[in-house]
C-alpha cells in the first residue's frame, strides 16, 4: 500500500514507519519537525517537511494513497495545561485539515494516534472502551476530539478508521541498522528519565509521590512496547473498514508502579540509581491499566514484549 504517515519523525511515528517499510509497504514521513528529528525518519520513506495545514493536501492530492497513519500531534499534559489554546489548533485543527485533505484526494482509511489520556481518572479497572471518557486536560480532550471527529467522518463520508488508545509506551526499535527510540527534547517520560541517571546525566531520578491508594503508594501504569504498539498499527490498517470507526486501547493489560519501573532499570543496567521522592505531579491518576480484550480479540493482537524488554532495548538505544 502506498501510505502517509504523519507524525514519521518523532518517536512512534518512525518506529511504525520502518515496520510499515519492513511490510514491503511505500511510505510517505510528513513531519514538521517541531518535536521530530529528521534523522529519525526510516531510510526508504519519503520525507516532506511540513505542518498537516500548509501540505497534507499537496502530499495527497493524485497521488493514489491507500491509507494515512496519523501521529503527528502535541502530546505534553502539562504544557497543554499552560496552553490549551495551542492543543487545540495543533491537534484537533490540524486533524481537521487533513481529514480534509484526505476526503478532497480521496483517501478512506486512517489509523489515528489516540490516548489513555480520553478516559481521565477511571471509576473501574482496567479501562474498557465502553468507560465514560472525561479528560483531565486540554491533550486528552483535543484527541477525544479528533476521536469524535473520526466517527462523524465514517458516518457522514464513509471513511474507515481507527484510533488506538495508547497507554504507557516504552522501548525502542534495534535491528540491523536501525535504532529509534525516545529522545525527546522535553523529557516528561518514567522510562527515559530513570535512565538519565544511569547515562550519568542525572544525579537522581525524581519520584512524584507515593501516597497514592497503590500496594507500595506510586501511581501504576501499564507499559506496551513501542515495537509491540506498532504491531497493532499494521493490523489496525488491515482492519479499517469504510464507515466505521473503530476505537481499541492499546495496553499490555498488566500494571507495573513507578517504584518497579525504577528497580527494572536497576537490574538492567547494573546502575544503583538514586531516587529523590517527591510530591504529586498534578493530573496524575492512581492507577492506569488497559483492557486489551477488544484489540486482542478483533484483531489477534497482543503484547510480546515485557517490561525487561522494553527497558533493556530503551538502554540499548540510549547506550548504542
Ligand atoms: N514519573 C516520575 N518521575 C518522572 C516521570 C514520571 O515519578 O521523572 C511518574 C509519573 O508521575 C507517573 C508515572 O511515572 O506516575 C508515569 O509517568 P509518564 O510521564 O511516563 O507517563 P504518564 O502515565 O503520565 O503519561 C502517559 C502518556 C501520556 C498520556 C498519559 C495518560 O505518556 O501521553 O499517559 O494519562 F497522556
Redo the contacts with the bound molecule.
Sequence with gaps: MKLLVTGGAGYIGSVVAARLLGAGHEVVVLDDLSTGHADAVPGGATFVRGTLREAAAEVLTGAGFDAVLHFAAK?L?GESVEKPGLYWDKNLGETLALLDAMRGAGVGRIVFSS???TYGEPESTPILETDPTRPTNP??ASKLAIDAALTEFARLYGLGAVSLR????AGALLEEGIALGERHTVE????P??LKVALGEREA?????DDYPTPDG??V?DYIHVVDLAHAHLLALDACAAGAHQIFNLGSGTGYS?HE?VAVCREVTGHAIPAEMRGR?PG??AV?VASSDRIRSALGWKPERDLHRMVADAWSFATR
Design positions: 502530546s499534559v490516548t489513555a489520556a491533550y486528552g495508547y497507554f504507557n509506551v516528561t517520560h518514567l522510562v528519565n530513570v531520578v525524581q519520584l512524584f509521590g506510586t501511581c501504569r513507578v519501573v505531579r496524575d491518576p492506569l
